[in-house]
């Protein structure tokens, strides 16, 4: 069974601790996402990744960062956890190229993380 | 501007009753894609359908069928015979282009409650 995996279902952090939110695809997708889910917006991109060690901003990059050294995972990075970063954190993956379907992502159960 | 525009932030529907949900997307992209998932309490994003661009039918998987008007950038989702356990929150989603390298843009979601 294809999957998605984020390392912590539930975190919760103090102002100004360094988080990492790790993320793992077992499906050998080029492409890999980082998005903030919140109540009334939506979800909206962080950081995507579509190759190793590289990164494109999305529409909300401001606080994170990201690393991909491997095809397979892809973390996402709060150097200094804010209180209005409290959010759901999901990360997708996707396959690289056209087709049907083009761009259907694949997400991981979410990780809830709460700056106190 | 917004590029996917949910305007239903909650329904409500009978049980077995049909309903739709509202999308209208914005583009200047001759390609793209549109999608639906649905997402239960527990969490987990489920990818529902998918329409293209240059796609000449309405799609359609089981009791989902997607009311593609292209004139008008609108993508509804129809669900007929609603169950108990379509009770989730549904986001419309666009990619632009054709290729594989994109992210998804989501819309702020549609909160649909069964009733029974």
């Known amino acids: 069974d294809v999957k998605v995996t984020q390392s912590s279902r539930y975190l919760v952090k103090r102002t100004g601790e360094k988080v990492f939110l790790e993320c793992v695809q077992d499906?050998?997708?080029?492409?890999m996402f980082w998005y903030r889910q919140d109540p009334g917006l939506g979800l909206r991109l962080i950081y995507f990744?579509?190759?190793?060690?590289?990164?494109e901003k999305g529409d909300i990059p401001e606080g994170y960062s990201v690393s991909r050294e491997k095809k397979e995972r892809f973390s996402l990075i709060l150097e200094s956890a804010s209180t209005n970063q409290t959010s759901m954190y999901l990360c997708?993956?996707?396959?690289?190229?056209?087709?049907?379907?083009?761009?259907?992502?694949?997400f991981g159960e979410g990780s809830r993380l709460t700056v106190l | 501007a917004q590029k996917i525009t949910q305007t239903q932030p909650g329904m409500f529907v009978q049980e077995k009753e049909a309903v739709t949900l509202d999308c209208t997307y914005d583009?200047?992209?001759?390609?793209?894609?549109l999608f639906w998932y649905k997402q239960p309490s527990s969490g987990e994003m489920i990818f529902l359908i998918y329409?293209?661009?240059?796609?000449?039918q309405n799609a359609t998987e089981g009791r989902y069928s997607l009311n593609f008007q292209k004139a008008r950038k609108s993508a509804n989702l129809v669900i007929s015979a609603s169950q108990l356990g379509d009770s989730a929150m549904y986001f419309c989603?666009?990619?632009?282009?054709?290729?594989?390298?994109?992210?998804?843009?989501f819309g702020s979601g549609t909160r649909l409650q069964v009733q029974p």
């Open positions: 583009t200047s992209d001759p390609s793209y894609g």
């Open positions: 997708a993956s996707s396959l690289l190229g056209s087709g049907p379907n083009t761009g259907e992502l694949f």
């Open positions: 990744s579509y190759d190793v060690k590289m990164k």
């Open positions: 989603a666009m990619r632009e282009g054709h290729e594989g390298r994109r992210a998804l843009t």
């Open positions: 499906m050998d997708h080029e492409n």
């Open positions: 329409q293209g661009s240059y796609d000449q």
